[in-house]
């Protein structure tokens, strides 16, 4: 033991090299030491679910700094650094992410971006959700906006692709989740979408509110009438099939051109959108020419009325028929009066109005029916040419029931008709109503097509 | 501790060669050794980084010196001690076969 100490006490030469070894040592394993160990508590933090992650490393000490989603997270992750072999000593930075509050996340379609904003529980919702975004906007630049907090609505991932998808009808507009509360506003990228978005927010997750205002492309409806050509031209969108078919036909009442019918199905119509078409196609059927425009809530309808009292009527009347809420601009002129024609034209064009179509009458009754009203002002006009005829009016009935009954309505129908006229300007001396009951039949009263040939109003021309 | 052995074993090596050398020679060596005071205070001193490092208390890459110069010193000590005893053995085997050639030539 003695010679141990005796031969210990001469060990110090060695010390002088061992000392350049250190710092030789020290000189080239300190980086490589510290590379290893930082790679080492990365990948042991590689399951941990933290935001803004940043380690360090000096020499054997590791500062740790991250945000956490749960307290046990943290900790979690700061025992999975301090096991990692080599670590010394870690100097712990972590904290908890904040807590939104309220929480808010918003996805904002603008023109060729979209930007998703506001915060995300956690990261991988965050991705998800970008993923999705670009899933939905395929070729539109995503912009990612959104931040990491605390404080997630329950069930906000599912609620957020909802709203994504939801935005993808957009053509501009923001959705926003607001702990509970779902705001929507924008403008539809197509007729029906609104209510289209409306119906897919109601799969909401439960306990959501929603509050959306959605515009959408007007609604609109159009019908020209061409006189030239013979043509109205239907174009535009109607709700359904069955209302397609309805207006088509009522127009086919109303009008005795051709119809060009270009009308598409479309969610998006406005409550009472067929009546109202309805009735201002009845407006239109009274003009020489015009345009109907129904767009949304308004109407517009312009062109030249045949004469001065179809003008004012069309102009008052349609404004009072619609609905409340609907929106009326009537821009309609009176026609130039066409000049004078002598009484044999005027039989021959009295004659070339009543060869398509007779004039119509409430079932059983003298009224004339709403759909004839048309007709009957571009009799008035033809009639207005003729200024020196007289005009026999002469009503005529099918055999169904009592000759008498018959004999009756006709007289009363031809009264209706030379009341019109009167009416609308002409003196009542220079038309007869004249009443034949069924007596004259002009096709077999065994058939229905037969009886409603013989349901008619005849115009002849006197001298 | 087992980490900076497998990460620095090729200087710890060196310094085991280094320490045995110092010991081989340290035996025979006739020059004049450290006193014992000062060997007193080296010991207090070595105590005293002894603890500082498993205190951790030198922070950064000074406190990963400190652990590496130690270990480093640890393993020549080592090697010191175990050269100095196998360089002992070697003497006294060479000493003892002396005396009885001696003996053997007075017979």
């Not at chain 1, 599912?158 to 939801?166: C, K, N, Q, R, T």
């Not at chain 1, 029916?369 to 200024?387: N, V």
């Amino acid at each position: 033991m003695r010679g141990f100490f005796r031969w210990s006490s001469k060990w110090w030469p060695g010390v002088i090299p061992l000392t350049v070894l250190w710092g030789l040592a020290a000189w080239t394993t300190t980086a490589p030491l510290e590379a290893d160990l930082s790679e080492q508590t990365a990948v042991a933090l590689k399951d941990s679910v933290l935001d803004k992650t940043a380690i360090s490393a000096a020499g054997r000490d590791i500062t740790f700094s991250a945000d956490a989603f749960s307290e046990q997270e943290r900790s979690n992750a700061v025992a999975s650094v301090e096991t990692v072999p080599g670590v010394r000593r870690v100097n712990d930075r972590t904290a908890l992410v904040a807590e939104a509050k309220p929480f808010v996340w918003s996805i904002e379609r603008g023109v060729g971006r979209v930007t998703l904003g506001g915060s995300a529980p956690l990261p991988v919702v965050r991705n998800k959700l970008l993923d999705a975004a670009r899933a939905r906007f395929a070729g539109i630049d995503i912009a990612d906006r959104m931040d990491l907090k605390r404080g997630a609505p329950p069930r906000f991932e599912a609620a957020a692709m909802l709203l994504i998808g939801e935005t993808s009808k957009l053509k501009s507009g923001k959705a926003t989740i607001s702990d509970l509360t779902v705001n929507l506003s924008g403008m539809a990228r197509e007729l029906g979408g609104r209510e289209a978005i409306a119906a897919a927010l109601k799969n909401l997750p439960e306990g959501y509110s929603v509050a959306d205002d959605i515009q959408a492309p007007p609604y609109v409806f159009e019908a020209n009438k061409d006189p030239v050509s013979g043509v109205l031209t239907l174009t535009g969108y109607v709700p359904d099939n069955a209302i397609h078919a309805a207006i088509v036909a009522s127009a086919g009442r109303k009008f005795g051109e051709k119809i060009v019918d270009k009308l598409k199905a479309s969610l998006g119509a406005p409550a009472g959108f067929d009546a109202v078409v309805t009735r201002a196609l009845r407006s239109l059927s009274r003009l020489s020419t015009g345009r109907l425009v129904v767009s949304d809530r308004n109407v517009e309808l312009s062109g030249d009325a045949l004469y001065d009292l179809a003008g004012k009527q069309i102009r008052a009347d349609l404004p009072k028929d619609l609905p409340r809420g609907w929106e009326t601009k009537t821009d309609v002129s009176i026609k130039p009066s066409a000049s004078p024609v002598d009484p044999t034209v005027c039989q021959q064009l009295f004659g070339e109005l009543l060869e398509k179509r007779t004039i119509q009458f409430e079932a059983g009754q003298a009224t004339l029916h709403l759909d004839s009203i048309g007709l009957l002002d571009q009799l008035t006009e033809t009639a207005l040419r003729c200024q020196t005829a007289t005009v026999e009016i002469v009503g005529h009935t099918d055999s169904d029931g009592d000759a008498s009954f018959n004999q009756a309505l006709s007289e009363r129908r031809a009264q209706a008709v030379v009341d019109f006229l009167v009416k609308a300007g002409l003196p009542a001396n220079r038309f007869t109503p004249i009443g034949h009951g069924s007596a004259q039949p002009i096709a077999a009263n065994d058939t229905d097509e037969g009886k409603a040939k013989n349901r008619r109003i005849d115009f002849i021309v006197r001298q | 501790m087992v980490y900076l052995a497998g990460f620095h074993w090729v200087w710890l090596v060196i310094s085991l060669l280094l320490g045995l050398a110092m010991g081989w020679i340290a035996v025979v060596h006739r020059g004049r050794g450290v006193s014992s005071l000062t060997a007193r205070w080296l010991a207090a001193m070595l105590l005293a980084l002894i603890v500082l490092a498993v205190m951790h208390v030198v922070p950064g890459r000074f406190g990963y010196w400190l652990d590496l110069g130690l270990v480093m010193l640890g393993v020549y000590l080592g090697g010191c001690a175990v050269g100095s005893w196998l360089r002992d053995g070697v003497v006294s085997r060479q000493a003892a076969s002396g005396s009885t050639e001696h003996s053997n030539g007075t017979l």
